[in-house]
Structures are given as C-alpha cells and as structure tokens.
C-alpha cells in the first residue's frame, strides 16, 4: 500500500499493478471495496503495457473517511494524485459501485482523461427498469434507502453488513453454489475468489463507515448531470447480471451523449475479468 496525504490532511491509499512504464488506467472499485481489487490478470496488464493504479475511496482501506463527501468531491481527489505521481493525462475506469466515479470524472475533469469506461457500472437507481432483475438485498437498498436520513441509514446498513464484516466471504458472492450463475467461472479463475475475499476484507479495514457513506450516496442524486458529459465513455454490461442490472447500464447509454455501450449476452457481474484484455486495449 502506498499513500499520499491531501491538503485537508486525509490520507488516499492506492496500489500499482502491472507495467510501471506502461499508460496510466486507474481502476476505481466497488462497493464494498479496496484498491486490491482488481481482475487476477498482472501478467496480462502488463504485457498490456498499461500501469494500473488502484485506489481506496474515503472510509475503504488506508483512505481516511471524509464526513459529507460528495462523489462530485472524488474527481479532486484523482488529480491530487495524478499530479503526485506526475502523470499529465490518464485513463478512468470503474467496476459497479466505481462506476459512478468515473462518470464524475467525465463530467468534471474531462481534459485530464485519455479515456473513461464503465463495467456493471450502478446507474441511477430511479431511471425506469433500472431495478429490474435486482437481487433481494440489493433491491431493498436502493429502494427504501434512499428515503431514509443518514443516521438511521447508517445504523440499517451497520445491522445488514455486520456478519459480512466478520465473514467477508459471504459478501463475495453469495451465490457461489449455483452453477447457473456466470460469476461461478470468474471467481474459479486462479486467484479469483481470493482477489475479491481480500478487497472485501480490506474494505471493513475501518469498520462500517465507509460502506454505509457509499451506499448512502449510491441511492441519491448524484450532484450532476450524465446528459452533461462531454467525453466519450466505453461501457461494458453483461444481460446477466443481478448485482447491477443491465437496465442500470441502459440508462446510462441512454443518457450520455457519447456512450459506447457493449451489452453481453450470459455475462454477469465480474464480467471485467473475462474481458479485461479488450478493456485495457479499449481504454490505453
């Protein structure tokens, strides 16, 4: 883990992976989630030639949480450390819960990218359909979540997630014993189940807090609008997925102006792993 402090005296955790040579990608992660996270591909990055930066949003990992943030704050925080690690201009990308920051980046920071992409990115959760399909607790979240104020949502969130705290393993992916499920063959890959055990168990580093606060704003207006990006942006979204439904994904191709949207038929949630080679050629 390497760290930088910011201005206002937090603390940004990130990790480097790949070719440190290579053109910059930062990978932003889900929710929850920690710069660990990332597909079980090193090699693979780096014959690539891309350098991967991964980074830890406030409250996750090594990263102080940040009372209030907005995720309009978070494209901020990547220049901050984009300018530390001298890097002019870079490329953006986020899987599920990341996704929403990479938009933010499109919209705010558009000069400084080279290129932005979304994969089972979280869409707004009140475009029409875009719950379609979504699993139980996911759906319950999104749904009553987004009615209730902070210090209530925050204790509904610390009582859902307090056993996944103890046993990350059963946030992973609950569904690891039905062989329908296409997540089944991405967390079979070697070092699959494990890259996402120890970003799930790094994401509680700091308790709860974290996770609450993303979930939080992940259900509320974003503070932009997707209409009003101007950059092009790649997005990948399997038709199988019930963490992120595609009518997530549809929204978002529906609303910004320049989307390149590639829907994927029997692809679920960790699709990024599959396809994380035509990912790096697309984004570096």
Request: proline share 8%; aromatic share 10%.
């Amino acid at each position: 883990m390497e760290t930088i402090q910011l201005p206002d005296g937090r603390i940004l955790a990130y990790a480097e992976y790949g070719d440190p040579g290579g053109k910059p990608v930062f990978l932003f992660h889900g929710v929850p989630g920690s710069r660990i996270f990332r597909p079980p591909l090193d090699g693979l990055t780096a014959r690539k030639k891309a350098r991967l930066i991964t980074v830890d949003r406030p409250g996750y990992g090594g990263s102080t949480f940040q009372p209030g943030r907005r995720i309009t704050d978070w494209p901020e925080d990547i220049l901050r450390l984009a300018d530390y690690l001298h890097l002019d201009r870079f490329a953006v990308c986020g899987h599920s819960g990341g996704g929403p920051y990479v938009l933010a980046c499109a919209r705010f920071i558009p000069e400084r990218l080279t290129a932005a992409g979304v994969i089972s990115s979280l869409g707004p959760v009140d475009a029409p359909g875009a719950l379609d399909g979504i699993i139980a607790q996911n759906r319950l979240a999104f749904t009553v979540g987004g009615k209730l104020p902070w210090p209530l949502f925050r204790l509904a969130m610390g009582f859902v997630f307090r056993r996944g705290k103890n046993h990350p393993e059963a946030l992973v992916h609950p569904d690891y014993e039905d062989p329908s499920n296409p997540d089944n063959a991405m967390l079979a890959m070697p070092g699959g189940w494990q890259v996402c055990l120890d970003s799930t168990r790094e994401a509680f580093r700091q308790g709860i807090i974290g996770h609450a606060w993303e979930g939080y704003l992940d259900v509320r207006p974003w503070g932009f609008s997707l209409e009003e990006i101007s950059t092009t942006v790649d997005l990948w979204h399997g038709l199988c997925d019930v963490n992120a439904p595609v009518g997530m994904g549809r929204a978002i191709a529906r609303a910004v102006p320049h989307c390149r949207a590639r829907f994927l038929e029997g692809e679920g949630h960790l699709l990024l792993f599959k396809y994380w080679g035509e990912i790096l050629d697309t984004l570096s």
